[in-house]
């Protein structure tokens, strides 16, 4: 089983849409969880962190799931700049420990 | 505020050369590390170091090396260059307290031929 394992996508949805990527991972010492966006031939850059009270920032909404070892990503009225690599991350219990990432699910929203 | 600088941005190289890839930081942060991204494989973790002198293999760590001399930099070295590593680099760094961000450079896209 990987690490990290996402939704495969693409998502390909119109514009005002809401949209939900699910995520899970296979460490249970897991400690911190991210969302990180990447847009075509850029690097990854943090969209949100993900706690477990679950949290919202403007149109996204993360939510995490411990004994279910499950985030999601719930993204609404979808704009055309939306448009980008959604990946999936986690970190060890460990400081100093790396990042594991998610292989990323593509969203495409169209006018 | 520069934060993470990679350097070359795009590099082709011949089987069997070597070279390093540049990576520095100026937020101080002692967690750096080195990722490479392949179509349909993800970020995957070649090498990461916890301070300087201290430095340690991530997931496929072969054909290359890594050193930390100082916070700053952290290069990562392509000994003897193969086709297989034709990837983009991306260098990350971050405070070691395990919520926080970590910061990518702009990446480095590498071809060998």
Redesign the interface.
């Known amino acids: 089983r990987k690490e990290v394992e996402q939704d495969p996508g693409p998502f390909n949805v119109p514009e005002g849409a809401t949209v939900a990527f699910n995520c899970t991972y296979s460490n249970s010492a897991s ?2 969880f ?1 969302w990180y966006r990447q847009d075509c ?6 969209l949100m ?1 993900v706690y477990s009270s679950g949290n919202e920032d403007g149109r996204f909404t993360a939510q995490l799931n411990r004994a279910s070892q499950y985030i999601s990503l719930l993204i609404r009225d979808s704009k055309l700049s939306d448009s980008a690599t959604y ?1 999936c991350v986690v ?14 699910t593509t969203l495409s929203v169209s006018s | 505020n520069a934060g993470v600088t990679q350097t070359p941005k795009f590099q082709v190289l011949k089987t069997g050369q070597s070279m390093t890839l540049q990576c520095a930081q100026d937020m101080n942060h ?2 750096m ?1 080195w ?1 490479r991204q392949d179509p ?6 070649i090498h ?1 170091s ?1 301070g300087a002198g201290i430095t340690d293999q ?1 997931e496929v760590p072969n054909g290359y090396n890594v050193s930390r001399s100082t916070t700053e930099d952290f290069p990562l070295r392509l000994l003897s260059a193969a086709p297989s590593q034709t990837s983009v680099y ?1 260098c ?1 760094s971050s405070n ?4 926080n ?2 910061y ?4 480095s896209w590498l071809t060998v031929v």
């Open positions: 400690q911190s991210f031939r850029k690097e990854p850059k943090l962190s990946l970190r060890g219990s460990q400081a100093g420990t790396a990042l594991i990432f998610g292989k990323g | 002692e967690y590390s990722y349909g494989m993800g970020l995957r973790l990461y916890v991530g991306f990350a070691s307290g395990v919520g961000t970590i990518f450079g702009e990446g």
